[in-house]
């Protein structure tokens, strides 16, 4: 499985920087962009502080997918 998200989107909508968006819900600019690379999964915790900050559901922000499996 893999969690792709609408971070840098939504952000950008907002017209955030990555350090502002941290820090409304309290993590570092590296945090942010590691979460919109994909490199980072956030906690159930912060996703939910990053879904609160936009007014959005999980779902809106957040899609878990399956990988293609190679063989």
């Not at 920087?17 to 962009?33: C, E, F, S, Y």
Request: proline share 1%; hydrophobic share 40%; glycine share 8%.
């Amino acid at each position: 499985m893999h969690l792709r998200n609408h971070v840098k989107e939504l952000r950008a909508r907002h017209d955030w920087t990555q350090a502002q968006l941290g820090a409304r819900v309290g993590v570092t600019r590296q945090t942010i962009a590691s979460i919109e690379k994909g490199d980072y999964v956030p906690s159930l915790l912060l996703g939910l502080q990053i879904c609160n900050v936009f007014d959005l559901t999980m779902e809106e922000v957040f899609i878990l997918e399956k990988r293609e499996e190679q063989g």
